[in-house]
């Protein structure tokens, strides 16, 4: 049966239970503002009871230390969501700074490559000044003029396009230099806690790997795995292996063609790692594919105006009395072409204006030099040999059908589209990603209020034990005393 000593047990298991409650509740506070900590709650055990001659008397209870609150499957929806916001959020920057190239110029330095579309309109322009006087040495000169601008503007985008791409190669070689920090730290963590708390929640250790899982996250996209001993393993979405328990493979970068590449051992993850997400995958799309693509359409407009412009002057005669020469440098093939542009023509009496054959004073050339701007499959190209010998198939056009301006618009609408496209994706994904750290901070982030009414609690509960602690004092204290009234206590 129970015993006055054995009461004197139980309730201070209680106020030692309590104790330690409160000191849980007093870390939580002194950690309201700590980024990453998660608040923890104090763990109740009831002891197992006694029994004597058949009947169960109750043995108190023991807190058994905190445990913290948190939703692995929310911390998984949101390290996803945030690589996914950061790739489209890296993406964005740099499509808008290749957008940036072809904004019409501003007159702030550096704020374009001059206005491509309006560069056009005024070299095909020129021409329409020289039918009216096609001797006049100084509309020749305009001629020349517009041509080095439309050129110049058009090599600039193309140097402002290649510079980006060297800038994101660079920085997809740092944020692979920041993963693998990041997968080290992980790994040594996960020993940590497989040899500390192997099967339960190891607070503040844990605290730091998910600060770290959620910087991979924004870095590189990737899938946990929880593993036996409260461990993880790491793999990219694609699946190669980045953290093994205690175990990382490294991220290393290697050129290829002049680009940088990404392997994990001996396997090029470059392309994978572009769909992958995070802040890698974003510069990957952007160096990869963005660029490319607004260079390759560039390439093809300064391709496809030097060669008509070039043979169309070379049909007819200048006020030499000889066939006209190059205007623009002859690319030899598209790629490349926009880097390459200039006018090689430095003598404007070079200027074929009149028709092969016809007398100085002819303005028959200058008139279908004009017309070009309009023609989106110009006669010139009809069974044209190509620089580089090769003899243009019928049906075949250099700008897809379009005039050299409705090119250039159709074009920069395209670029306009997929900034837009990129933008709402971007746009919905933050939004996703506040929605979801709402929802992690009511459940993980510490409360004052809550730890307030918590504290109370405990304290009352404490205050209580003490009670019965005194009140088990008097009593022991009067039967030490035969019932006699005494000041010991």
Request: hydrophobic share 40%.
């Amino acid at each position: 049966m129970g015993t006055i000593s054995s009461a004197f047990g139980l309730i201070t298991q209680a106020l030692d239970a309590d104790q330690a409650a409160l000191n849980v509740v007093a870390n939580n506070v002194a950690n309201a503002n700590t980024s990453g900590y998660t608040r923890e709650t104090p763990n109740w055990q009831e002891n197992p009871p006694i029994v004597i001659n058949g009947i169960a008397n109750g043995a108190g209870v023991t807190e058994t230390g905190a445990t913290s609150v948190r939703d692995r499957v929310l911390t998984g929806r949101l390290d996803q969501q945030q690589q996914l916001a950061s790739a489209s959020g890296t993406r964005l920057a740099a499509l808008n700074s290749i957008e940036a190239l072809f904004t019409p110029d501003t007159g702030s330095a550096g704020s374009s490559a001059g206005d491509i579309g309006n560069d056009i309109s005024s070299f095909f322009s020129s021409f329409s000044s020289l039918e009216a006087d096609p001797t006049n040495n100084a509309l020749r000169q305009q001629v020349l003029s517009t041509a080095s601008t439309l050129a110049g503007d058009i090599s600039n985008a193309a140097a402002g396009l290649n510079s980006q791409s060297a800038a994101l190669n660079q920085e997809a070689a740092g944020a692979a230099t920041q993963v693998n920090a990041l997968t080290g730290e992980i790994a040594q963590l996960n020993l940590q806690i497989e040899s500390a708390s192997p099967s339960r929640d190891a607070g503040a250790l844990e605290d730091m790997r998910q600060q770290d899982l959620s910087q991979l996250s924004q870095l590189i996209g990737i899938n946990q795995v929880t593993t036996s001993g409260n461990g993880l393993s790491i793999t990219t979405t694609s699946g190669q292996l980045l953290v093994s328990e205690g175990t990382t493979v490294p991220l290393t970068t290697g050129a290829v063609d002049g680009v940088t590449h990404f392997f994990l051992g001996t396997t090029d993850v470059t392309t994978q790692l572009a769909g992958g997400g995070g802040e890698l995958g974003g510069y990957l799309t952007a160096r990869d594919q963005d660029i490319p693509n607004v260079l390759g359409s560039l390439d093809q407009l300064a391709y496809g105006v030097s060669v008509e412009v070039n043979a169309q002057n070379h049909a007819g005669t200048d006020l030499n009395g000889t066939s006209g020469a190059d205007i623009f440098s002859s690319p030899t093939q598209v790629a490349g072409s926009a880097a390459a542009m200039s006018v090689v023509m430095t003598d404007p009496s070079r200027i074929a204006a009149s028709a092969a054959g016809a007398a100085t004073g002819d303005n028959a050339n200058a008139t279908a030099m004009a017309d070009l701007a309009d023609l989106g499959d110009p006669p010139i190209l009809s069974g044209l040999t190509l620089p580089g010998g090769t003899t243009l198939a019928s049906g075949q056009t250099l700008l897809g059908g379009l005039t050299p301006s409705g090119y250039y618009s159709n074009f920069v609408t395209t670029l306009g589209s997929t900034v837009a496209q990129v933008q709402t994706e971007n746009t919905a994904q933050n939004a996703s990603v506040t929605q979801l750290q709402t929802q992690n901070n009511a459940l993980s982030s510490v409360n004052l209020n809550d730890e307030a009414a918590s504290l109370q609690q405990f304290e009352r509960s404490y205050q209580a034990a003490s009670e019965v602690f005194t009140i088990l004092n008097t009593v022991i204290a009067s039967a030490l005393n035969l019932g006699v009234q005494t000041a010991v206590s």
